[in-house]
């Protein structure tokens, strides 16, 4: 059943190409190039009068909403406010008229989740599902659902429910733009065109050229302390995501940061030889980006860098680059997760742990 993988999670990494194509499937017009979301049952003008939106889920889940909060506010102008599920269900939340509630979960079964979109009913908001389960509680309750078509997730470490649920959320913010017209129909198509190329892409990633660079780092952080992950933006967003499945199966300390904050504090922790593995894939703060891998080199740390593929600055300030396919910046976050994920794999393998069935976790949070 693992299909001659040797864990379930390495299957499910393998299976990301196809898990989303299936996604993408039959929701891209391929002749107009844009959007159709037909299990909707809101009309488009009721879609369009949103004007605020809360995205709530745990854990990974959470972390493709971070994801989908830039997509959807840099295409629709809609602020986007995410929280985790559990601190929500004890908000008093500040629900408008036109708010929107996403409620993100593989399982469709996370105790918190459902909570908190119960909660959201319970003052008339609208609920749209994003999740992988076709019956789960999430499905069933929800006044509207967007399925992931990833297939059984199995490992507790979620991988292409992760890619998959980013992916339903670019769908969805395209469609939002093209329904209140933020997006003229030209860059709505060629969004479309780079969204198509992405399984190819994800694939590519996982070549065992690619694939035996992350089993070497994960060797070389077996014995470490802490493993420390920096992104801006968007690369914020992968780097929590990194972090957590590098924690979750490795059982190697690891803590993510907006690369900014780094000198608040965080930096104390950089002395000779401390991994970091730095993502710089976002053009519009790339400079940035490079200013604060020096301030990390300057103080001994061991940087690993990504950049995009034709990028031959980052070289010049890492120890180690990772090349990512080129593509727009926006949808970089579905590839970047990719390596990452393969290095939580492969430094669990190396510790000889259990991949599939870490420590003190469930697959699915049925209890709070
Ligand atoms: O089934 P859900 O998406 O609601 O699950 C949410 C989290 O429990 C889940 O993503 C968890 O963080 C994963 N084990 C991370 O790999």
């Given at each position: 059943?693992k299909?001659?993988?040797?864990?379930?999670?390495?299957?499910?990494?393998?299976?990301?190409?196809?898990?989303?194509?299936?996604?993408?499937?039959a929701?891209?017009d391929?002749?107009?190039?844009?959007?159709?979301?037909?299990?909707?049952?809101?009309?488009?003008?009721?879609?369009?009068a949103?004007?605020?939106?809360?995205?709530?889920?745990?854990?990974?889940s959470?972390?493709?909403?971070l994801?989908?909060k830039?997509?959807?506010?840099?295409?629709?102008?809609?602020?986007?406010?995410?929280?985790?599920?559990?601190?929500?269900?004890y908000r008093?939340?500040?629900?408008?008229?036109?708010?929107?509630?996403i409620?993100?979960?593989?399982?469709g079964?996370?105790?918190?989740?459902?909570?908190?979109?119960?909660?959201a009913?319970?003052?008339?908001?609208?609920?749209?599902?994003?999740?992988?389960?076709?019956?789960s509680?999430?499905a069933?309750e929800?006044?509207?659902?967007?399925f992931t078509?990833?297939?059984?997730?199995?490992?507790?470490?979620?991988?292409?429910?992760?890619?998959?649920?980013v992916?339903?959320?670019?769908?969805?913010?395209l469609?939002?733009?093209?329904?209140?017209?933020?997006?003229?129909?030209?860059?709505?198509?060629?969004?479309v065109?780079?969204?198509?190329?992405?399984?190819?892409?994800?694939?590519?990633m996982l070549?065992?050229?690619e694939?035996s660079?992350?089993r070497?780092?994960?060797a070389?952080i077996?014995?470490v302390?802490?493993v420390?992950?920096?992104g801006?933006?968007?690369?914020?967003?992968?780097?929590l995501?990194?972090?957590?499945?590098?924690?979750?199966?490795?059982?190697?300390?690891?803590?993510a940061?907006p690369?900014?904050?780094?000198?608040?504090?965080?930096?104390?922790l950089?002395?000779?030889n401390?991994?970091?593995?730095?993502?710089?894939t976002?053009?519009d703060?790339?400079?940035?980006?490079v200013s604060?891998?020096?301030?990390v080199?300057?103080?001994?740390?061991?940087?690993l860098?990504?950049?995009?593929e034709?990028?031959?600055?980052?070289?010049?300030?890492?120890?180690?680059?990772?090349?990512?396919?080129?593509?727009?910046?926006?949808?970089?976050?579905?590839?970047?997760?990719?390596p990452?994920?393969?290095?939580?794999?492969?430094?669990?393998?190396?510790?000889?742990?259990?991949?599939?069935k870490?420590?003190n976790?469930?697959k699915?949070?049925?209890?709070?």
């Amino acid at each position: 059943e693992k299909g001659g993988y040797d864990s379930f999670m390495l299957k499910e990494i393998y299976e990301q190409p196809q898990a989303v194509r299936d996604t993408m499937g039959a929701r891209i017009d391929q002749e107009k190039k844009r959007i159709v979301l037909p299990e909707l049952k809101m009309s488009d003008t009721e879609l369009a009068a949103y004007d605020r939106i809360y995205i709530v889920a745990c854990g990974t889940s959470m972390h493709a909403g971070l994801v989908g909060k830039d997509v959807i506010e840099k295409w629709t102008r809609v602020p986007v406010e995410v929280a985790v599920a559990s601190e929500f269900r004890y908000r008093d939340p500040i629900y408008t008229d036109n708010t929107l509630m996403i409620v993100i979960s593989q399982s469709g079964e996370t105790a918190d989740t459902l909570a908190a979109l119960r909660e959201a009913k319970k003052s008339n908001v609208k609920v749209l599902a994003i999740t992988n389960v076709v019956g789960s509680s999430v499905a069933r309750e929800a006044d509207e659902v967007l399925f992931t078509w990833a297939g059984p997730e199995v490992a507790v470490a979620s991988t292409k429910a992760y890619t998959s649920q980013v992916v339903t959320l670019y769908l969805f913010a395209l469609y939002l733009a093209e329904v209140k017209g933020t997006l003229p129909a030209d860059e709505i198509a060629n969004v479309v065109e780079h969204l198509q190329a992405i399984p190819g892409k994800i694939a590519s990633m996982l070549e065992e050229s690619e694939a035996s660079r992350m089993r070497d780092f994960a060797a070389s952080i077996k014995e470490v302390g802490s493993v420390f992950f920096i992104g801006r933006s968007l690369d914020y967003a992968v780097s929590l995501e990194g972090s957590l499945k590098l924690k979750e199966i490795s059982y190697i300390h690891s803590e993510a940061y907006p690369a900014g904050e780094l000198k608040h504090g965080t930096l104390a922790l950089i002395e000779d030889n401390v991994p970091v593995i730095a993502l710089a894939t976002q053009p519009d703060i790339f400079e940035k980006m490079v200013s604060n891998i020096v301030e990390v080199k300057a103080r001994g740390g061991r940087i690993l860098g990504f950049a995009t593929e034709g990028d031959t600055e980052l070289a010049k300030a890492v120890d180690e680059v990772i090349y990512m396919p080129s593509t727009l910046p926006m949808l970089t976050p579905i590839l970047t997760v990719i390596p990452l994920q393969l290095l939580a794999y492969y430094a669990s393998v190396a510790r000889g742990l259990d991949v599939d069935k870490p420590r003190n976790l469930a697959k699915s949070v049925t209890v709070e």
